[in-house]
């Protein structure tokens, strides 16, 4: 059985960002956490947008998962949207075994893996460099290393899915309103508890809610890439392929798509090809998929056997980090 626990993290422009702690009930101690950071185009959803197969995944290795809020654009700036996740790093190193009323040890230190899924995994490669002591290793899904594109991806004024460009008209309520965290419809891809049997496997009966209709603020995404308007955005906090934060960035595995018609797959290349290197850096190509295709799946479903390889390297990153052998 699976235990949640929700916590505030940070208060702020009248926001309560909050966190979800996933977690085996049996649970008394832990070594090892991973800090997830949604997806939502840096402009929509809340903690509660996360795959269930990822929450599986931790929780069959009984580690803790920690699904955070963050500002969301245009409201929040990209120092404001980085200082959040940097918030919710501190809160768990520091806070989690007293959350979880874990004993603890001496000298026993937590492992955190940074692991983010499209937004939430650029938000992971901006934020990584920050963070001390920083993550054991960060885990992409689909994400872009920077929006300072080489080949001009965010500034060519390119429109995704619309025939037409988009107008602005459509997202003026978006752009005009108030600091938010937008919540998750309850018919997405979240996790709910009651998916899962004792042994953190599917439970067959388990069906989805059906899918509604609901105001995607997400899509505010796809007008400020029409708009050119992330390199300006995000320069205070992304210098671009060639800045000198790739250089020890660390371990690094990316899990992408190579048909990707959002975030294109070419982009998960450059990450690997930059200062990362081929020593700290894996990439796991999923054939034939496009973007987010893994986020409604469980373990066992047909189209996760390059996700589960990379969770097989990512034990393995552990294990060595742990000082035990690697395989």
Known sequence: MSSRSTHIFKSIDDLDLKVDIIYPSSLTS?????????????????REHLPPHIVQSCLLRNWPIISADYRLMPQASAQDMLE?????????????????NFKKLENEKISIILMGSSAGAYLSYIAKPHLSPPPVAVFIYYGCPTVHDPKNYFSSSKTLFNETPYPESRFA????????????PSFFPIFNSSSLLPNFSRDPTYKPLPKGEFE?????????????????????????????VWKGFGKTIIVHGDQD???????AKQAVNVDLGPHDSQLFTAIG?????????FLGDPGLKEVEEAWEALD????????GPSS
């Not at 998929?289 to 799946?297: A, R, T």
Request: aromatic fraction near 12%; glycine fraction near 8%.
């Open 30 to 46: 832990a070594s090892t956490a991973v800090l997830y950071l949604h997806g939502g185009g840096l402009t929509g959803f809340n």
């Open 84 to 100: 959040d996740v940097i918030s919710a790093y501190y809160f768990v190193h520091k806070r989690l075994r007293e959350l979880l």
């Open 173 to 184: 309520h978006f752009l005009t309103g108030p600091p938010s965290i937008n919540p998750t």
């Open 216 to 244: 995607d603020r997400s899509s505010l995404f796809l007008w400020l890439v029409q708009e050119n308007k992330l390199p300006e955005l995000w320069k205070v906090v992304d210098q671009g392929l060639e800045s000198e």
């Open 261 to 267: 018609d959002l975030i294109p797959y070419y982009m």
């Open 289 to 297: 998929k496009k973007h987010g295709w893994d986020m409604p799946l």
């Open 316 to 323: 393995e990153i552990i294990l060595k980090a742990q000082g």
